[in-house]
């Protein structure tokens, strides 16, 4: 059995997921890295067939799992009564299902290493938004995941969630294009809506879920953290 | 007011004990009623009855038969005013027991039932400039609860569904979540009413359906509100 703590990372290739894997590197994780598509640790987390194997390949690989952040996502937009069925539920099952299947196919492994899941919610989970009521749905889905497995995992593992805002990654490009505006204006646009007055980068998202994982955060759980610039004060 | 008070309520899951009460406020308040049920068809039936309202057999997982649900209902009965996505299961299941199908089919309903009925509701609700809806939800969303993750997660996800739809349909239609605690309805297993459980609730005592359904019924019509989450529920939250 590999000696070194094993975290796996879904969603490593996007803007947040690259920087979870270089502070829980930093952090002396051993990382398995996983992706959409591509790479030893592929899969599409919609199917649960495909989560099961994401976890038995990474068993098989490292001999063990310490921790899971689930921080795949999915996510388009529509008026809710536009909203094609299935582009909604594949927002639904890629975001909310997929951690669930992770969870459940992780957590004889983590049993065995008294290990943590984090899982990746989203602000907009909080508050609600326009047009985002799949995505929405779905952040907010795993604020109640987190809630119910840490109690039902508990003292065995601990279960915690974040609930960031508006990070810089590369989906803000997509979001200028949309607005048909420049990069700039829309990091300012939403910066002007966020009490620091400014968006988070995605190095310090990736501290807060180190820290959750981290022996520093043993007596949490059940939590969702905010780091969102002080947009909420709700839970 | 969102609805003059001759106007139709769509409830599903009305054969069932949250729904049940909750229409015959409705109905009392003036409202007729259309009565969702899925299997059980001699309750859906005689609540329609007593309420002098229609039944409606539907299963609020299929978003086809909900579109074809609100079609007749607004073709038989006239527009909808206010819409109560009721419907809901509730087992308990450890995560390892869970299957992919137990998962999907909670998922389908708690969630999707609410999903679907308010895309079907939306237009007809905004071409009018009226409209009002109400989800059930479950205080079991805002502290979580063991063996039960696929209920707990889509209720939640159901809050956050509700707050979307605030945002989105405002400002001609308002939409609230209600989040029981523990109603003495046939969905509540007998480990989560006996002596024991209800010592552990402030007001000591579980739920009655009708104390639900004035929630609901209050929130469906207050003026000014959207987007907000009450939770009747003896004390068993308090946050
Ligand atoms: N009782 C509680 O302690 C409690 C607490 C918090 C929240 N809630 C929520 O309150 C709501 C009402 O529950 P209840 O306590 O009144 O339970 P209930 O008496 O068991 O009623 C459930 C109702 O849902 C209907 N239903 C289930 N699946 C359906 C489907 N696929 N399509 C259409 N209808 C469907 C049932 O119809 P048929 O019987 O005709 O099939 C029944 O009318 C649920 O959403 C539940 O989660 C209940």
Redesign the interface.
Same mark, same amino acid.
């Not at chain 1, 907009?124 to 009521?133: F, L, N, Y």
């Not at chain 1, 929405?136 to 995992?153: F, H, I, N, Q």
């Given at each position: 059995m590999n000696s070194a703590r094993v975290a796996l990372v879904t969603g490593s290739a996007g803007g947040l997921g690259r920087a979870l894997v270089a502070g829980l590197g930093a952090a002396n994780w051993e990382i398995a890295a996983a992706t959409h598509r591509g790479g030893a640790f592929a899969a599409d987390l919609a199917d649960?067939e495909q989560a099961r194997s994401l976890i038995a390949r990474v068993i098989e690989r490292y001999g063990r799992l310490d921790l899971l952040v689930a921080n795949h996502a999915a996510m388009t937009m529509a008026? /809710?009564?536009r909203?094609p069925?299935d582009d909604?539920?594949r927002v639904?099952d890629t975001n909310?299902?997929g951690s669930?299947?992770l969870?459940?196919a992780a /957590?004889?492994h983590l049993r065995t290493t008294r290990g943590a899941i984090v899982f990746v919610s989203s602000e907009? *989970?909080?508050?609600?938004?326009?047009?985002?009521?799949a995505y929405?749905?779905?952040?907010? *889905?795993?604020? *109640?995941?987190?809630?119910?497995?840490?109690?039902?995992?508990a003292p065995a593992i601990r279960v915690n969630a974040i609930a960031p805002g508006i990070i810089d990654t590369p989906q803000l490009q997509v979001d200028a294009g949309a607005a048909g505006i420049s990069l700039g204006e829309m990091k300012s646009r939403y910066a002007d809506a966020i009490p620091l007055r400014r968006i988070a980068t995605p190095r310090e998202i990736a501290a807060t879920v180190a820290f959750l994982a981290s022996d520093d955060a043993a007596f949490y759980t059940?939590q969702v953290l905010h780091p969102n610039g002080g947009t909420t004060t709700a839970? | 007011m969102t609805a003059t008070r001759d106007s139709v309520a769509l409830v599903t899951g009305a054969s069932g004990g949250i729904g049940r009460a909750t229409a015959e406020r409705l109905a009392g308040a003036g409202y007729r009623l259309a009565i969702n049920y899925l299997t059980n068809r001699a309750a859906g039936e005689s609540v329609a009855t007593a309420l002098g309202g229609r039944a409606y057999c539907a299963d609020v997982s299929d978003p086809a038969a909900v579109e074809e649900l609100v079609a007749r209902v607004e073709t038989e009965l006239g527009p909808i005013a206010i819409a109560v996505s009721n419907a809901g299961v509730y087992q308990r299941v450890a995560l390892e027991d869970v299957t992919d199908e137990h998962w999907r089919r909670t998922l389908r309903i708690n969630l999707g039932g609410a999903f679907h009925l308010t895309r079907a509701v939306a237009p007809g609700m905004r071409r009018r400039r009226q409209g009002s809806i109400v989800f059930v939800a479950s205080e079991l969303a805002l502290v979580g609860s063991d063996r039960a993750s696929p209920y707990v997660a889509a209720k939640a996800a159901l809050i956050g569904l509700g707050r979307s739809l605030a945002r989105e349909l405002a400002p001609e239609i308002r939409v609230n979540v209600v989040a029981p605690g523990p109603v003495d309805t046939p969905l509540l297993p007998d480990s989560e009413r006996g002596p024991a459980y209800t010592a552990a609730i402030p007001l000591r005592r579980i739920g009655r359906p009708e104390e639900i359904a004035s929630a609901i019924v209050h929130m469906a019509e207050a003026p000014w509100t959207t987007g907000a989450v009450y939770s009747p529920n003896g004390g068993v939250v308090i946050q």
């Open positions: 649960p008026p /809710v009564d909203y069925l909604w539920w639904v909310l299902s669930f299947y969870a459940r /957590v004889s907009w *989970g909080i508050t609600g938004w326009p047009e985002a009521s929405a749905a779905s952040k907010a *889905g795993l604020v *109640g995941l987190t809630r119910a497995l840490a109690r039902e995992l059940g839970s | -």
